[in-house]
């Protein structure tokens, strides 16, 4: 899954939540069953999540939504091999960028 976000510092949750097509609750819920995601909260108590959290949704999103992890499942895993799994993750997000401007290229010729 490629997710559009553009590059800055923080994110608010609504903007997380639009990049990986769930509603704002289901942020909340990882939010409260993962450890590794950990957003900043300002005075008012907004979240905002960092780029890291943001690299962390994305391994979620890869283990339950397009693997079929259960939560606990991915929570195992994560557990067992983080950084197997962000490194994979990381190949997987490069190729989708090559992907990405070839069919572009692809579309110009």
Same mark, same amino acid.
């Given at each position: 899954?490629?997710?559009?976000?553009?590059? $800055?510092?923080?994110?608010?949750?609504g903007?997380?939540? $639009?990049?990986?097509?769930?509603?704002t609750?289901?942020i909340?819920?990882?939010?409260?069953?993962?450890?590794?995601?950990k957003?900043?909260?300002?005075?008012?108590g907004?979240?905002?999540?960092?780029?890291?959290?943001i690299?962390?949704?994305?391994l979620?999103?890869?283990?339950?939504?397009?693997?079929g992890?259960t939560?606990?499942?991915?929570?195992?895993?994560?557990k067992?091999?983080?950084?197997?799994?962000?490194n994979?993750?990381?190949?997987?997000?490069?190729?989708e960028s090559?992907?990405?401007e070839?069919?572009?290229?692809?579309?110009?010729?």
């Amino acid at each position: 899954m490629h997710i559009d976000l553009p590059e $800055k510092r923080y994110y608010k949750i609504g903007e997380v939540a $639009k990049a990986f097509n769930v509603n704002t609750s289901h942020i909340r819920f990882w939010e409260k069953e993962f450890a590794i995601i950990k957003p900043k909260k300002n005075a008012k108590g907004n979240r905002l999540f960092t780029q890291e959290d943001i690299k962390n949704f994305k391994l979620i999103y890869n283990l339950v939504k397009e693997r079929g992890f259960t939560l606990e499942g991915a929570k195992q895993k994560l557990k067992k091999n983080p950084q197997g799994i962000f490194n994979n993750q990381e190949i997987i997000t490069r190729l989708e960028s090559v992907k990405a401007e070839l069919l572009k290229i692809k579309n110009s010729l």
